[in-house]
């Protein structure tokens, strides 16, 4: 028996532990020092004509949008209705999750998920569409990752990005999920447009 090969177990165990020590101590200092590159307080409460109202927020959340880092809000254009939810996540990894489990978990039955690329030629955006039922009300869900300079529709897109910037160039960006969502009216096509303007007039 080869009593050599334990021991070599033992010691490339202790190096990828030590690696892992090394790098969250090394992030742990960049998050102090974390880029911000888009501020909250750029989303104004009247965007094209709809009108914004902050919502009640959980214990946890009221620190987060007591610091800039949370929002949400309804906005109301005559009889429409619509949500904004942000969440700027500072280097937290447990702020953001996928929208898909955040809904799924709450009691949301997801029916439908999709790509969709919304806006004009010149200034477009990538996005994921969720329909979603709950209590036999649909709804509709767009959502997207920024962190002001990259966009990704999807979570697992947005983590390799955050990982690509702090592998490649040493940066930790933070990153913020945007969700835009509506009931369902008596036409889907007639609230999937209104969301996709209101996104379009958003321009994050």
């Known amino acids: 028996m080869n009593s050599r090969k334990p021991v070599r177990k033992f010691v490339y165990i202790f190096i990828i532990l030590l690696a892992v020590v090394i790098f969250v101590s090394w992030f742990d200092q960049k998050k102090k020092n974390i880029n911000i ?4 307080d750029k ?4 965007i094209n004509g709809w009108n914004g109202e902050n919502l009640p927020t959980s214990a946890q959340e009221k620190k987060w949008f007591e610091d800039g880092d949370l929002i949400t809000r309804q906005y109301i254009k005559g009889d429409d209705k619509l949500y904004l939810v942000a969440i700027q996540e ?12 955040c809904y799924s978990g709450s009691g949301w ?12 030629k010149s200034n477009s955006k990538t996005v994921r569409r969720m ?5 036999g ?9 920024s962190n002001g300079d990259d966009q990704c529709a999807s979570f697992k897109g947005h983590l390799l990005v955050f990982l690509r910037d702090i592998i490649f160039t040493g940066s930790v960006k933070s990153w913020v999920c945007f969700q ?3 009931d369902i009216g008596k036409n889907p096509e007639v609230t999937g447009r209104r969301l996709e ?8």
């Open 180 to 182: 835009v969502s509506a």
């Open 131 to 135: 329909y979603v039922v709950k209590n």
């Open 90 to 101: 500072r280097g937290d990894r447990h702020r953001v999750h996928s929208p898909v489990d």
């Open 43 to 46: 989303i104004t409460m009247e």
């Open 197 to 204: 303007k209101f996104i379009y007039k958003l321009g994050v």
């Open 37 to 40: 590159d888009f501020p909250l």
């Open 109 to 120: 039955m997801i029916k439908e998920k999709e790509t969709l690329r919304i806006g004009s």
């Open 137 to 145: 009300v649909p709804r509709f869900v767009y959502y997207w990752f």
